[in-house]
């Protein structure tokens, strides 16, 4: 019988771990997946003997009700002990490795080997649309502040991936106004012009001053909302008449530079942008 423990964490191999391969979450789980397969096939042969012994009671057939019942005793008794055995042995301690990033290295690989691009930002993983976060406390990942416990990397990774085949929801309008609204207390703040170039990072940390908003919304989902907001295409807010300008200047090599991944897996950075009004007063 083979324990279902995922292995050492610093690289070894520990005495509890999948005997077929490498020690990953990905192993661990694929060996479980054949081991409760193998259970089930035993559990249909339960349910072969079963059906013969009912239908030997219904046509009155003794001798051969008698026998299937022994057998399905039997194969229940090796069901039960391969169940135990297998129950017993399936200790992943998924908290402890999902902790220990050696779970954030098997999903980046799962993703490159499926062909699809994952970044690492900060303590985020970027995977367009999406922005992940490992939550090793409860053996979970957050997918767009979303609870997922299908963490076995294959699967997250065919998840992200359909993910990409559709249209993300996004309202392009809502958000420029919102964007607005944090540039104009960052000018107002700052003492700028009313057409000056303001830092991005500067306007989340004003969406996000309320106690608790930054862990509701992080940089890299702002990021990611700039990103589709330039893709839309919308440029002017639906108050006031103002455009948006995208600006990069020299601040994409220096600090405040937010990083997101665009549709074609590239990197994607925003540093400053302005709102101009559409004539002189219209502010």
């Known amino acids: 019988m083979v324990t279902q423990t995922i292995g050492d964490y610093e690289g070894g191999i520990s005495s509890g771990q ?7 979450m990905e192993d661990t789980l694929a060996a479980a997946e054949r081991a409760v397969d193998s259970a089930l096939r035993s559990a249909a042969a339960v349910t072969r003997e079963l059906r013969k012994a009912l239908a030997g009671t219904r046509n ?11 057998g399905a005793q039997a194969a229940a008794a090796a069901l039960g002990a391969e169940t135990r055995a297998l129950s017993d042995g399936f200790d992943p301690r998924e908290q402890e490795y999902l902790a220990s990033g050696g779970y954030v290295k098997e999903l980046l690989a799962a993703a490159e080997a499926r062909g699809v691009k994952i970044f690492e930002e900060e303590d985020r993983l970027l995977c367009y649309p999406s922005v992940v976060r490992v939550l090793p406390g409860e053996g979970a990942v957050e997918i ?14 065919e998840m992200l991936a359909r993910t990409q085949e559709r249209a993300p929801r996004f309202k392009a309008e809502a958000f420029i106004d919102s964007l607005r609204a944090g540039y104009e207390l960052v000018v107002a703040s700052e003492r700028k012009k009313p057409d000056g170039v303001v830092r991005l990072i500067d306007i989340w940390s004003v969406l996000t001053m309320l106690p608790g908003q930054r862990g509701q919304y992080s940089k890299q989902e702002f990021a990611r909302d700039l990103y589709l907001l330039d893709q839309s295409g919308v440029t002017r807010t639906a108050r006031n008449s103002r455009t948006l300008r995208w600006s990069a200047s020299t ?10 991944v665009a549709r074609d897996g590239q990197r994607q950075q925003y540093w400053g942008i302005s709102f101009t009004a559409e004539h002189a007063g219209a502010l």
């Open 18 to 24: 999948a005997t077929d391969g490498g020690g990953t």
């Open 60 to 70: 009155g057939q003794i001798r051969e009700a008698r026998k299937a019942l022994a």
């Open 144 to 157: 767009d502040r979303v609870r997922e416990r299908r963490i076995r990397p294959s699967a997250l990774v």
């Open 251 to 260: 601040g994409t090599k220096g600090s405040g530079v937010l990083v997101t």
